[in-house]
């Protein structure tokens, strides 16, 4: 296996042999060609966090209710957090069981995806109580069902006016994070408590939480009564202040909290970025107040007369207050700077004072900062050029991943220093991907993203690069092609290719239509818009599959609205959405009766539901002992079983059959296959692969091969 086999054998390695021992037989005690019976329906409930993160909607399409029911259950208890694009499926595999009623046991960010059309208007108050719980971040993607959430939960508490009342603020959550400006100005102020859970907000929230404040009417009073605990209490609140409200805090109440600021930042318990925000007004209301008073000014230029700065000096969390940048650049020597550069940029400097040290390292290192010291300036790299970038001498990939990991550097400052590394010998791995996170390769140069080895690029397992330019997602999925196109099967194909289909053509989403991989909401709104252009209603709906209904929930979404706007009322009828001049998006959902009570009046019938006909993958049932396995199994370690049963055999089905040699050489047309460690007993052309040949589309034949065959190949490889 080599050395570095050893970093697969994990849990999920452990947990499958456990599972090839207790499941292989299919009469084994409690097992049976239908899965669990009643009696041992509790195995869903047995896996840990960590494999229940890696969960996949396709083998889980096939579970009972009581086993499906068991798995929600479970994730909520052990508190799993799951993608949007899994947790969407998973909605929909929990509409069409009817589980949705049972929503007080499952995951707040599962709720976000139900359709809310589905919810009794008895228990709109608890369903918007527990779903006011999660992340409705994780909605990015699904604008509709985000504003639907939000209009839902009003005409449940049955507000008639935007003004919210204490109760109404308990029970809406981190929901009042998408209310507008004059919902939070007019609310009670209890409002600041669902303010705190939000993880930013716009200019006009902004404006508005400081309307709130300086009217008096929380319970910090008025400005000039604000004490040290209330404003602790404020939490990240406390980092949108405005610089006139800060002029009217009692000075001692005011430095109190700055130092208590910095100190939180220092170590960690605050990010740089909201602390900077926090200094940067903080600080500009200081120089407001020393402008009208008679203290002399410290203007640009003049010479130091806070005294040299010294090793002590930067421990002092007041620092800032003290030096401001002009006193920075006169008080701090290149000796000083050279041995205390990390704790002086632990302090969170306004940008301003960020370029008086840059311009001061220039100073020090006129041929390029040091490695060492690179590791330690990582909130400075967005003010260095590409020119200044080539200066450097970057030798370690743990300099790579301390520089590119943070959320300071600039996208575009990637392939420089990606370039540096590579320059001199370096390569990228998989533990580097990761690192850096996908977001990277989205600014990595085409001829880097083919440098990566296809082996570094299948260990390095899904990675996001939905936010990358349409050309870079173009030329990844080239690379994901050349990873993972001996996959062996269409099933197995498909779950490795997903977050790269963005780049593909519209020949390999025809094909996987035909395949019916159900492909989630998630992954469809980040496919190349120009593709899309291509594909029929019928490729759509048979792409989409049992997901099909989500279109509804995301027809705003600048991908499927451009889509939509192309097609005709009729086609736009077999969706379930007809055209609506007086919308924003010229459609409107269909909906299939009327709406009597207050919480439905404002919903969207969705389809994929009870009782609706949406579309589904038309898999057969798997063992169930199978499909845990494959839901539960991370992607390295299914990727490595694949390879070690060879490229010939589909495992998508619970038991590995042979696929024909047609097959195997159809999804070998991305990458090399190596030929099958054993012959085949019998091969059978499958009729359906004719359709299949301009992309990897293989069909399995008869003849098996066991699950514990293939781990020991995988093993021995």
Same mark, same amino acid.
């Given at each position: 296996? %080599?050395?570095?086999?050893?970093?697969?054998?994990?849990?999920?390695?452990?947990?499958?042999?456990?599972?090839?021992?207790?499941?292989?037989?299919?009469?084994?005690?409690?097992?049976?060609?239908?899965?669990?019976?009643?009696?041992?329906?509790?195995?869903?409930?047995?896996?840990?966090?960590?494999?229940?993160?890696?969960?996949?909607?396709?083998?889980?399409?096939?579970?009972?209710?009581?086993?499906?029911?068991?798995?929600?259950?479970?994730?909520?208890?052990?508190?799993?957090?799951?993608?949007?694009?899994?947790?969407?499926?998973?909605?929909?595999?929990?509409?069409?069981?009817?589980?949705?009623?049972?929503?007080?046991?499952?995951?707040?960010?599962?709720?976000?995806?139900?359709?809310?059309?589905?919810?009794?208007?008895?228990?709109?108050?608890?369903?918007?109580?527990?779903?006011?719980?999660?992340?409705?971040?994780?909605?990015?993607?699904?604008?509709?069902?985000?504003?639907?959430?939000?209009?839902?939960?009003?005409?449940?508490?049955?507000?008639?006016?935007?003004?919210?009342?204490?109760?109404?603020?308990?029970?809406?959550?981190?929901?009042?994070?998408?209310?507008?400006?004059?919902?939070?100005?007019?609310?009670?102020?209890?409002?600041?408590?669902?303010?705190?859970?939000?993880?930013?907000?716009?200019?006009?929230?902004?404006?508005?939480?400081?309307?709130?404040?300086?009217?008096?009417?929380?319970?910090?009073?008025?400005?000039?009564?604000?004490?040290?605990?209330?404003?602790?209490?404020?939490?990240?609140?406390?980092?949108?202040?405005?610089?006139?409200?800060?002029?009217?805090?009692?000075?001692?109440?005011?430095?109190?909290?700055?130092?208590?600021?910095?100190?939180?930042?220092?170590?960690?318990?605050?990010?740089?970025?909201?602390?900077?925000?926090?200094?940067?007004?903080?600080?500009?209301?200081?120089?407001?107040?020393?402008?009208?008073?008679?203290?002399?000014?410290?203007?640009?230029?003049?010479?130091?007369?806070? %005294?040299?700065?010294?090793?002590?000096?930067?421990?002092?969390?007041?620092?800032?207050?003290?030096?401001?940048?002009?006193?920075?650049?006169?008080?701090?020597?290149?000796?000083?700077?050279?041995?205390?550069?990390?704790?002086?940029?632990?302090?969170?400097?306004?940008?301003?004072?960020?370029?008086?040290?840059?311009?001061?390292?220039?100073?020090?290192?006129?041929?390029?900062?040091?490695?060492?010291?690179?590791?330690?300036?990582?909130?400075?790299?967005?003010?260095?050029?590409?020119?200044?970038?080539?200066?450097?001498? *970057?030798?370690?990939?743990?300099?790579?991943?301390?520089?590119?990991?943070?959320?300071?550097?600039?996208?575009?400052?990637?392939?420089?220093?990606?370039?540096?590394?590579?320059?001199?010998?370096?390569?990228?791995?998989?533990?580097?991907?990761?690192?850096?996170?996908?977001?990277?390769?989205?600014?990595?140069?085409?001829?880097?993203?083919?440098?990566?080895?296809?082996?570094?690029?299948?260990?390095?397992?899904?990675?996001?690069?939905?936010?990358?330019?349409?050309?870079?997602?173009?030329?990844?999925?080239?690379?994901?092609?050349?990873?993972?196109?001996?996959?062996?099967?269409?099933?197995?194909?498909?779950?490795? *290719?997903?977050?790269?289909?963005?780049?593909?053509?519209?020949?390999?989403?025809?094909?996987?239509?035909?395949?019916?991989?159900?492909?989630?909401?998630?992954?469809?709104?980040?496919?190349?818009?120009?593709?899309?252009?291509?594909?029929?209603?019928?490729?759509?709906?048979?792409?989409?599959?049992?997901?099909?209904?989500?279109?509804?929930?995301?027809?705003?979404?600048?991908? *499927?609205?451009?889509?939509?706007?192309?097609?005709?009322?009729?086609?736009?009828?077999?969706? %379930?959405?007809?055209?609506?001049?007086?919308?924003?998006?010229?459609?409107?959902?269909?909906?299939?009766?009327?709406?009597?009570?207050?919480?439905?009046?404002?919903?969207?019938?969705?389809?994929?539901?009870?009782?609706?006909?949406?579309?589904?993958? %038309?898999?057969?049932?798997?063992?169930?002992?199978?499909?845990?396995?494959?839901?539960?199994?991370?992607?390295?370690?299914?990727?490595?079983?694949?390879?070690?049963?060879?490229?010939?055999?589909?495992?998508?089905?619970?038991?590995?059959?042979?696929?024909?040699?047609?097959?195997?050489?159809?999804?070998?047309?991305?990458?090399?296959?190596?030929?099958?460690?054993?012959?085949?007993?019998?091969?059978?052309?499958?009729?359906?692969?004719?359709?299949?040949?301009?992309?990897?589309?293989?069909?399995?034949?008869?003849?098996?091969?066991?699950?514990?065959?293939?781990?020991?190949?995988?093993?021995?490889?």
């Amino acid at each position: 296996m %080599g050395p570095r086999a050893g970093t697969l054998v994990c849990p999920g390695l452990i947990f499958f042999m456990w599972l090839t021992a207790h499941c292989s037989h299919p009469q084994a005690k409690g097992l049976s060609q239908e899965g669990l019976d009643a009696s041992r329906a509790d195995l869903w409930a047995s896996a840990n966090t960590s494999l229940l993160q890696d969960f996949w909607c396709q083998p889980a399409s096939q579970l009972s209710r009581d086993q499906l029911s068991a798995l929600i259950r479970r994730m909520a208890s052990q508190q799993v957090l799951l993608k949007a694009w899994q947790l969407s499926c998973l909605a929909n595999l929990a509409t069409q069981h009817g589980l949705q009623g049972d929503f007080l046991l499952h995951p707040p960010n599962l709720l976000l995806f139900y359709s809310l059309g589905q919810i009794r208007e008895a228990d709109c108050r608890a369903f918007i109580h527990r779903a006011a719980q999660g992340d409705t971040e994780l909605l990015a993607n699904l604008p509709d069902q985000r504003a639907t959430l939000q209009h839902s939960a009003l005409a449940c508490l049955g507000v008639p006016h935007p003004r919210l009342s204490t109760s109404d603020l308990l029970l809406l959550g981190v929901l009042v994070c998408d209310m507008d400006a004059s919902t939070i100005v007019t609310s009670d102020p209890h409002v600041l408590q669902n303010l705190q859970r939000c993880p930013r907000l716009t200019p006009a929230q902004k404006a508005a939480l400081n309307t709130l404040l300086a009217s008096g009417r929380t319970v910090l009073g008025p400005p000039v009564s604000w004490t040290l605990e209330g404003l602790q209490a404020l939490g990240p609140l406390a980092t949108y202040i405005s610089s006139s409200l800060w002029m009217q805090v009692q000075e001692a109440v005011g430095l109190d909290f700055f130092g208590s600021m910095v100190a939180a930042c220092r170590a960690g318990r605050l990010s740089q970025r909201d602390a900077r925000r926090f200094v940067t007004s903080f600080l500009e209301a200081e120089a407001k107040a020393k402008s009208m008073s008679s203290r002399p000014k410290r203007g640009t230029g003049r010479p130091c007369v806070q %005294g040299n700065i010294t090793a002590a000096t930067l421990q002092d969390d007041l620092f800032l207050v003290h030096y401001d940048c002009s006193q920075l650049e006169s008080c701090l020597g290149s000796r000083v700077l050279r041995a205390n550069l990390d704790p002086l940029l632990q302090h969170p400097l306004p940008s301003e004072c960020q370029r008086v040290i840059k311009a001061k390292l220039a100073r020090i290192y006129p041929s390029g900062v040091p490695e060492e010291q690179l590791r330690l300036i990582t909130s400075l790299i967005y003010l260095y050029s590409h020119l200044e970038i080539s200066q450097w001498n *970057i030798t370690s990939r743990d300099t790579v991943v301390v520089l590119l990991a943070s959320d300071v550097a600039l996208e575009n400052q990637t392939e420089a220093i990606l370039q540096k590394f590579l320059d001199h010998k370096g390569n990228i791995t998989s533990a580097l991907l990761v690192a850096i996170g996908g977001s990277r390769l989205c600014w990595m140069s085409p001829q880097q993203i083919q440098a990566i080895q296809p082996s570094e690029f299948r260990l390095a397992g899904a990675l996001d690069i939905s936010s990358c330019p349409q050309s870079r997602k173009d030329v990844l999925y080239s690379k994901a092609r050349e990873a993972f196109g001996n996959a062996g099967t269409t099933a197995a194909y498909y779950h490795f *290719i997903r977050p790269y289909l963005g780049g593909a053509p519209v020949e390999e989403l025809q094909h996987l239509a035909q395949a019916n991989v159900s492909m989630d909401i998630h992954t469809f709104t980040n496919l190349n818009p120009r593709v899309l252009q291509s594909l029929s209603v019928h490729n759509v709906t048979t792409l989409l599959g049992q997901n099909v209904g989500d279109l509804q929930k995301a027809r705003s979404h600048p991908t *499927i609205s451009s889509w939509l706007r192309s097609l005709n009322r009729s086609a736009l009828g077999e969706l %379930g959405l007809d055209m609506d001049p007086a919308s924003p998006t010229g459609l409107v959902p269909l909906t299939t009766g009327t709406h009597n009570n207050p919480w439905a009046s404002h919903l969207a019938a969705t389809s994929g539901g009870p009782g609706n006909d949406a579309p589904t993958s %038309g898999s057969p049932p798997a063992h169930l002992g199978y499909l845990l396995l494959a839901v539960a199994l991370p992607s390295s370690l299914l990727w490595l079983l694949c390879q070690g049963m060879g490229p010939g055999w589909d495992c998508s089905q619970g038991t590995c059959t042979m696929a024909s040699e047609d097959s195997a050489t159809l999804v070998g047309r991305a990458g090399r296959q190596p030929k099958p460690r054993r012959k085949p007993q019998a091969q059978k052309t499958s009729p359906r692969l004719g359709a299949c040949r301009a992309g990897p589309c293989p069909h399995p034949a008869p003849g098996t091969w066991s699950w514990t065959e293939g781990l020991g190949r995988a093993l021995a490889s």
